[in-house]
């Protein structure tokens, strides 16, 4: 059964490495015990610092309910210190920047207790009323039972989406909106507004109108929550 909170319910999108626009975005929201935080995964890789990422997110769940979910990223980086993937395969998608991060040249020199926070990360969550996983959906399949593939990889595409059988409405990072502005279907929230490559890192306030979203410089702005029909 989902966990019943008091709090605020945060989705926090893909933060590749942006740790100036997380600190930011964190002593905005500045979530507490009774709040929930979920990452919807990619806080990994192409950005500048993915070690202050972790570091970041392993002191905030320390004092709020922290929820982290899988991304294709961190797949990538696991399997490669696993002996999975290949290197090369992982570091043309933006893991050489992780590597840099952390001064070593294989992501099994990452520090022990930041491999293990990554392999605790969840593919899917439910809670508040909301689905949530990290690239898409299918809609007639639970989240338990969806394919890895499409939860961590898959692209979303507004034109195909539909309301998921549930009712309830899925927050999706993975796609992004270059626009900075997030994509609100109403029945698809897509939050991945590109704070990597220029835009903003954006935590939604689920269940309410809240969008706080930050940028790599440390600006911080805030906008309405608007569905688009």
Sequence with gaps: ?????????????????CAQALQTLLENLNPGPADTVVVLGDMVDRGPDSAEVLRQLLRLGERTRLVTLL???EEMLLQVADGWLSLDAWTRHGGDK???????????RIPAEHL???????????????????????????????PRDVLLWQSADPGDLKPHSSGQPVVLGHTPQPDGDILDLGYAVLIDTDCWAGGW??????GGDRVVQANRKGRVRRRARYVRV
């Design 1 to 17: 059964m989902p966990r019943k909170t008091t709090g605020h319910l945060f989705a926090v999108g893909d933060i590749h490495g």
């Design 71 to 73: 991304g294709n990223h």
């Design 98 to 108: 992780t590597l840099e991060s952390y001064g070593v040249d294989h992501p099994s």
């Design 116 to 146: 293990e926070f990554l392999r605790a990360a969840k593919t899917s969550h439910e809670q508040g009323g909301h689905l949530f996983a990290h690239a898409c959906y299918l809609p007639r399949w639970p989240l338990a039972y969806t």
């Design 201 to 206: 890192l954006t935590a939604l306030e689920v």
